[in-house]
């Protein structure tokens, strides 16, 4: 595997050292690597002759100071496993070198609803960061293919509108989330979690998978209204729990059993926030 930390350094290997015609995959990350982002590096060599990933923890999509500080970092093991897993080239770059400017006040994404709803209006800023560190990132590798994990349903359809917005010719592949043998959804902030809360961590899922099975026979409101009282009692502070259209991601509040539907939850256990999500319908 090849480190670069320069821009200009994968520009010289793209257009002077790699074969014409390459295809290139591409898999940003914030790090601290485990089987999720690994997923997408396996699906970036099926599609790709050339795998690049990246670290970088962006600054500007932690809406809160204390999230980004204690958000965890482990550059080595991250740089074994990615050797491991044969990546051919990680993109490790140093903060100025993504941002050598301040953001300008005037770079701005018209992300429309989609930025005031569950994780955006949770997190107020957050996919404007998400979209101006990838809309960087994509301007630098220009990769065919841009994979990114199911696990973060709502910016994989911020990533969708990103690439119609900024006219970029490369296909977004969107991988299922892969999980702990307990159900809990592979994330970088479970390195946070105590070993009590750890234990709890799978109920996320167990409440999305619960409400999958009953959503055929039972009011959604009342689903959604059980699922946050049973999560608060074991001790999760829920931001939401949704149930809403997998294509556009308004609230569902009747189903009509065969609209596709996504079943989301962002919930903290402690200062710790989690979210996950699982697909169901036809
Ligand atoms: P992050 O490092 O958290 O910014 O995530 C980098 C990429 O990995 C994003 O496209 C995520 O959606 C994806 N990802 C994170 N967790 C998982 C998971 N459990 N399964 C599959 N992809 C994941």
Known sequence: MIILQKQADWKHFREKILPPGST??????????????????NKSRELANITVSSIFINPTQFNNEADFIKYPVS?????????????DFLFLPAQKEIYPQPVR?????????LETILEGKYRPGHFQ??????SRLLN??????LVVGQKDF?????????LLLINANIKLVICPTLREKDGL?????????????????????ASLTNIENLISQKNIKMLKEKAIL??????????????????????????????????????????????DNILTGA
């Not at 290139?24 to 590096?41: E, R």
């Not at 960061?129 to 990838?134: A, D, E, I, L, T």
């Not at 970088?188 to 109920?203: D, F, G, H």
């Open 105 to 113: 006040k005037d770079e701005y994404y018209e992300l429309g609803y």
């Open 129 to 134: 960061g998400v979209c101006q560190v990838v």
């Open 140 to 145: 630098i590798i220009a990769p065919t293919f």
């Open 230 to 275: 049973h999560l608060e009692k074991k001790g999760f502070k829920v931001d939401y729990i949704e149930i809403a259209g997998a294509t556009d991601l308004n609230p569902v509040n009747n189903w009509d059993g065969k609209m596709p539907l996504v079943i989301l939850a962002a919930a903290y256990l402690d200062d710790v926030r989690l979210i």
């Open 154 to 162: 709502q910016q994989c359809m911020v990533l969708k509108k990103l």
């Open 75 to 87: 550059k080595g093991e991250d740089i074994l496993m990615l050797e491991k897993n044969n990546c």
């Open 24 to 41: 290139t995959a591409f898999a940003p990350t914030m790090g601290a690597l485990h089987a999720g982002h690994i997923s997408l590096l």
């Open 185 to 205: 959804a592979f994330s970088s902030r479970n390195l946070r979690l105590t070993t009590a809360q750890r234990k709890l961590a799978p109920e996320i899922f």
